[in-house]
C-alpha cells in the first residue's frame, strides 16, 4: 500500500468493481444497469471510474448537468449518457454530444422538442421524469395526457424511459409512503406506454432501492452511492467497500503545555501538556469548519486523533498525546477500515455530503488492488 506524502483521495478501481458486481448480483439478469457519476463521480474522478465501468458492462451512466456529460464525452465514454438536470440554457450543446436529456415540466419539453427540429433530429432518445411524491423535479401525474400527446406530434424526439425517483428508501420507517410512490410510477409508466404505443425502459430505484424493494427494479436500475462503497444502512456495509480514502500527513508536531491554546481564535485551550500534531488539509478542502472543537478525528498509526479548535482553511489541528506518531506519518480522515459514514454521523452530515465535498485541490490517486 502506498504510504501518502501529501493530502490526496486514493481511489480504488478493485473495490469500485466489487461494489458494481455486489450490486448486480441484486438485479434479475436482464435488468439495465445505470450509475451515477454525477458531481465528479460522487467526488472522486468521473472520467477514470466511467471508463472502469464501461469495461465492465455498465448499460447507462447518468450526470446532473450536461456539461457533466460534455466531460465525460471528452474523456471518450461511449455509453448513452443521461442528464438528469438539464438546464434551458444550453440544450443543443446536448445533441452536439449525444445526451440524453431528462424533461421534467412542459416548458423543457418544448424548448427541448424546438432545439431537436432546428437541429433536423429524428427520434433523438429522451427521457421523462415523473413525481411521484419527492416532489423535487418531474411531471404530475395528472399531466400524463398532456406530455404524452407532445409525442404523437413529434417525429423530432422518442422517449426512451420514463422514471420516477423514490424519496425515503433508505428509511424503513417510511415503507408504507414508499411501496405507494412504486405502486404510482407501476401504474403511470404503463398508462403511458400504452398511449405512446412503443415500449420504454421504465426505472425507479437508487441504491437503497434496489436493496430494499427487489420488486421494483423494473427495466433499470440507477445506483450511485452503493458503486462508492455506502450503503446507507449498518446491515449492508459489510457488502460494500468504500472506494475512496482520504489520506494526509502530519507537518509539525507542537509541545502545547497546559493552558496554552491552538489556531486562530484560541479554539481550543489545552488542558494538559498536549503534543498537538498540523495536517495540510482544511475547509478550502472539504473538510468544513462543523469539525473541530472535538467533533471528528482522524486516524495516526490506526489511533483516533480528535480535531481541535477551529478547522482553518488550509489546516487541521489533531490531539496526538496519547499516539506515539511523529512528523510525516500518514494520517487518514476516512478511507475503507475508517468509513465515511462514521465521521459523517459524527459531524451531524451523510456519507453523500462529505464525498462529494471534497475539493478539486485535492490529488486523486488511482490504485487498482
Ligand atoms: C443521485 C440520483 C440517484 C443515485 O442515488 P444513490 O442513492 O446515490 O444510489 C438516482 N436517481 C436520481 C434521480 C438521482 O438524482
Do not use: W
Not at 221 to 236: Q, T
Not at 267 to 288: M, V, Y
Request: hydrophobic share 40%.
Amino acid at each position: 500500500m502506498p504510504k501518502a506524502s501529501e493530502t490526496s483521495l486514493e481511489i480504488n478501481l478493485a473495490s469500485l468493481r466489487h461494489n458494481f458486481e455486489y450490486l448486480k448480483s441484486k438485479l434479475q439478469k436482464n435488468t439495465l444497469f445505470l450509475a451515477v457519476v454525477k458531481a465528479f463521480a460522487y467526488g472522486s474522478n468521473a472520467a477514470i471510474i466511467a471508463k472502469t465501468l464501461q469495461g465492465i458492462g455498465v448499460d447507462y451512466f447518468a450526470v446532473a448537468y450536461i456539461s457533466e456529460g460534455i466531460a465525460l464525452r471528452k474523456a471518450g465514454i461511449k455509453t448513452p449518457i443521461l442528464v438528469l438536470h438539464p438546464q434551458l440554457n444550453n440544450l443543443s450543446l446536448a445533441i452536439e454530444h449525444c445526451l440524453e436529456p431528462s424533461l421534467y415540466t412542459l416548458k423543457i419539453l418544448k424548448e427541448f422538442e424546438r432545439v431537436a427540429q432546428k437541429l433536423n433530429q429524428k427520434n433523438y432518445p429522451i427521457h421523462l421524469k415523473f413525481n411521484t411524491g419527492l416532489n423535487r423535479l418531474g411531471f404530475e401525474p395528472s399531466e400524463l395526457d398532456l406530455v404524452a400527446e407532445q409525442f404523437s406530434k413529434t417525429t423530432a424526439l422518442k422517449v426512451k424511459s420514463v422514471f420516477s425517483h423514490l424519496a425515503a428508501s433508505e428509511d424503513s420507517e417510511e415503507k408504507e409512503f414508499t411501496l405507494n410512490q412504486i405502486k404510482l410510477y407501476k401504474s403511470l409508466s404503463a398508462t403511458l406506454i400504452e398511449k405512446l404505443g412503443y415500449s420504454v425502459i421504465r426505472h425507479l430505484c437508487n441504491t437503497s432501492g434496489v436493496l430494499n424493494y427487489p420488486d421494483a427494479h423494473f427495466d433499470m436500475v440507477r445506483c450511485g452511492i452503493g458503486l462508492y462503497g455506502y450503503s446507507n444502512s449498518a446491515a449492508e456495509a459489510k457488502n460494500f467497500k468504500p472506494i475512496a480514502a482520504l489520506k494526509s500527513v502530519i507537518s509539525q508536531i507542537h509541545r502545547v503545555s497546559e493552558g496554552n491554546s491552538v489556531g486562530y481564535n484560541r479554539g481550543f485551550i489545552s488542558s494538559q501538556n498536549s503534543r498537538i500534531a498540523t495536517l495540510p488539509i482544511g475547509h478550502a478542502d472539504g473538510i468544513g469548519r462543523h469539525f473541530g472543537h472535538g467533533v471528528g478525528h482522524v486516524s495516526v498509526r490506526n489511533k483516533k486523533a480528535p480535531i481541535v479548535g477551529n478547522v482553518c482553511m488550509d489546516m487541521i489541528m489533531v490531539d496526538v498525546t496519547d499516539i506515539d506518531c511523529e512528523e510525516g506519518d500518514e494520517v487518514t480522515l476516512f478511507g475503507p477500515k475508517f468509513s465515511a459514514e462514521i465521521s459523517a454521523e459524527t459531524a451531524n452530515t451523510i456519507s453523500y455530503e462529505l464525498i462529494t465535498g471534497i475539493s478539486q485541490r485535492v490529488k486523486r490517486e488511482i490504485v487498482d488492488y
